[in-house]
C-alpha cells in the first residue's frame, strides 16, 4: 500500500525557518517524480515544488523561488522541504504527493500524504 | 502562467440527479503531438488530501466510480457526476499541466440538496 507522511510542521514566527519531510512508504521512490503542493486555511490548491525522480531537476512557484529548497534522499525513501524566511502567507497545509506523470515538471499527483500545518505567525 | 477557471463555486444537487462542473483555462491545453488535453480532475472531501479521478481530461483513475465523467476539448471542460451519491459531497478541482506551474481552479463545492 502506497503511504505518503509528512512531518515537521509546526507554528514559527515570520522570517523563520522550517524543515518539512515526507516519509514514502509502499512503492519504489527513487523511480518517481514527486510534488509539494500547499492549502491555506478554507483556500484552494497551490503547486509549491517539484523533484525529479533523481533529484537533478528541480522547480518552484514564484512565490516561494529562492526561499524554499525541496529535496530527496532516495535511499531513506524521503521527500523534504526547506522553507527559509517564512512569511504570514505561507501558513498552509503541505501536502507531499506522488506525480503519475509529468511533462516538463507540472504533474498530475496519485497519492498524497495527509499533509502537516504550517503557521506563520508572530 | 495558465489561469483555471471553474464555474459554479457551489452547487446542490438531489440524491440521484447530475452535478455538471465547468473548468475554462486562460488558454488551450491540448498538446497536439500526444492528441491529449493536459487536464486532470481531483476530488477534496472535509479533512482529506485530494483524491484523483480523472486524467487527460477524460481518463477516469482505477477504482473511481463511472458515474464520474470528463469531458472537453482545447479551453473548456466538463465533470459530470450522474446519480450523485452522499459520499460524492466535496470541493472538486480542476488542474492543467500543459505548463509550468501547474495550476488548479478555484474549487467548486457540491452539496446535496
Known amino acids: 500500500e502506497v503511504q505518503l507522511v509528512e512531518s515537521g510542521g509546526g507554528l514559527v514566527q515570520p522570517g523563520g525557518s522550517l524543515r518539512l519531510s515526507c516519509a514514502a512508504s509502499g512503492f519504489t521512490f527513487s523511480t518517481y517524480e514527486m510534488n509539494w503542493v500547499r492549502q491555506a486555511p478554507g483556500k484552494g490548491l497551490e503547486w509549491v515544488s517539484y523533484?525529479?525522480?533523481?533529484?537533478?531537476?528541480?522547480y518552484y512557484a514564484d512565490s516561494v523561488k529562492g526561499r524554499f529548497t525541496i529535496s530527496r534522499d532516495n535511499a531513506r525513501n524521503s521527500l523534504y522541504l526547506l522553507m527559509n524566511s517564512l512569511r504570514d502567507e505561507d501558513t498552509a497545509v503541505y501536502y507531499c504527493?506522488?506525480?503519475?506523470?509529468?511533462?516538463?515538471?507540472?504533474?498530475?499527483?496519485?497519492?498524497w500524504g495527509q499533509g502537516t500545518l504550517v503557521t506563520v505567525s508572530s | 502562467d495558465i489561469v483555471m477557471t471553474q464555474s459554479p463555486d457551489s452547487l446542490a444537487v438531489s440524491l440521484g440527479e447530475r452535478a455538471t462542473i465547468n473548468c475554462k483555462s486562460s488558454q488551450s491545453v491540448f498538446y497536439s503531438s500526444n492528441n491529449k488535453n493536459f487536464l486532470a480532475w481531483y476530488q477534496q472531501k472535509p479533512g482529506q488530501p485530494p483524491k484523483l479521478l480523472i486524467y487527460?481530461?477524460?481518463t477516469r483513475e482505477s477504482g473511481v466510480p463511472d458515474r464520474f465523467s470528463g469531458s472537453g476539448f482545447g479551453t473548456d471542460f466538463t465533470l459530470t457526476i450522474s446519480n450523485l451519491q452522499a459520499e460524492d459531497v466535496a470541493v472538486y478541482y480542476c488542474q492543467q499541466y500543459y505548463s509550468t506551474p501547474r495550476t488548479f481552479g478555484q474549487g467548486t463545492k457540491v452539496e446535496i440538496k
Open positions: 487527460w481530461s477524460f
Open positions: 504527493a506522488r506525480a503519475k506523470y509529468c511533462s516538463g515538471g507540472s504533474c498530475w499527483d496519485d497519492y
Open positions: 523533484i525529479s525522480s533523481g533529484g537533478k531537476t528541480l
